[in-house]
């Protein structure tokens, strides 16, 4: 059984940075499309960004030069570096492949970011 654990979110003030990291329990990151996804209180889970297997990404119009994603296949781990954070921004953070396949959403990780 696969788990994707996220973590790094926190606490942050607008402008500032959090990198997010996910770890899965075993390699599925050479053969799928990885990608960060959000859900803020009310409204549904979005992409964020994505990565392929061979390191092509993509990214969400509202993020694009705030955000990049980025893998480590060894490691078998992606990571999401958001930049100039805004209030709008808070939400939970997870990681899924792209499509997401319900048996690995996680608990994701909580950023919160203050005005």
């Known amino acids: 059984q696969v788990h994707l654990v996220e973590s790094g979110g926190g606490l942050v003030q607008a402008g500032g940075s959090l990198r997010l990291s996910c770890v899965a329990s075993r390699s599925i990151f050479n053969k799928s499309i990885m990608g960060w996804f959000r859900q803020a209180p009310g409204n549904q889970r979005e992409l964020v960004a994505s990565?392929?297997?061979?390191?092509?990404?993509s990214y969400a119009e509202s993020m694009k030069g705030r955000v990049t994603i980025s893998r480590d296949s060894a490691k078998n781990a992606i990571y999401l570096d958001l930049n100039s954070l805004k209030p709008e921004d808070t939400a939970v953070y997870y990681c899924?492949?792209?499509?997401?396949?319900?048996?690995?959403w996680g608990q994701g990780t909580q950023v919160t970011v203050s005005s």
């Open positions: 990565i392929s297997h061979r390191g092509l990404t």
């Open positions: 899924n492949t792209n499509p997401p396949a319900r048996v690995f």
